[in-house]
């Protein structure tokens, strides 16, 4: 599967922007969809993820996101998109989707992704 990340830009803390993952095929059934996010000179680390419609399609968040961020799988379009709201300056990073086939236990866990894309920068000014 080849995913393509889009949409990101340079907003003002408070601001919201989503941001999409096109995946080249229906991930829906085989595959959790995991957002993760890499900010200059840090780890990358885990944003979100949706389950596949096989486990329930329930979604994960991060701590630092939860509230102000939402998942959301468009199944007809083959599309994951990230509702970012409140959007603070921390919040600066380059934004990857990926998939994963993993028990449910592992789904915030980078390694154990495959297939990123290319991210998307989401630049958050103060």
């Known amino acids: 599967v080849q995913l393509q990340a889009s949409g990101g830009g340079l907003v003002q803390a408070g601001d919201s922007l989503r941001i999409s993952c096109t995946a080249s095929?229906?991930?829906?059934?085989?595959?959790?969809m995991g957002w993760f996010r890499q900010g200059p000179g840090k780890e990358r680390e885990f944003v979100a993820a949706?389950?596949?419609?096989?486990?329930?399609?329930?979604?994960f968040y991060a701590d630092p996101v939860k509230g102000r961020f939402t998942i959301s799988r468009d199944t007809i379009k083959n599309v994951v998109y990230l509702e970012m709201n409140n959007l603070r300056p921390e919040d600066t990073a380059v934004y990857y989707c990926?998939?994963?086939?993993?028990?449910?236990?592992?789904?915030?866990?980078?390694?154990?992704?495959?297939?990123w894309g290319r991210g998307t920068q989401v630049t958050v000014s103060s």
């Open positions: 990926a998939v994963s086939s993993v028990v449910l236990s592992g789904i915030g866990m980078v390694d154990q992704y495959r297939s």
């Open positions: 949706i389950a596949r419609r096989t486990s329930g399609g329930r979604a």
């Open positions: 095929e229906d991930t829906s059934r085989r595959y959790h």
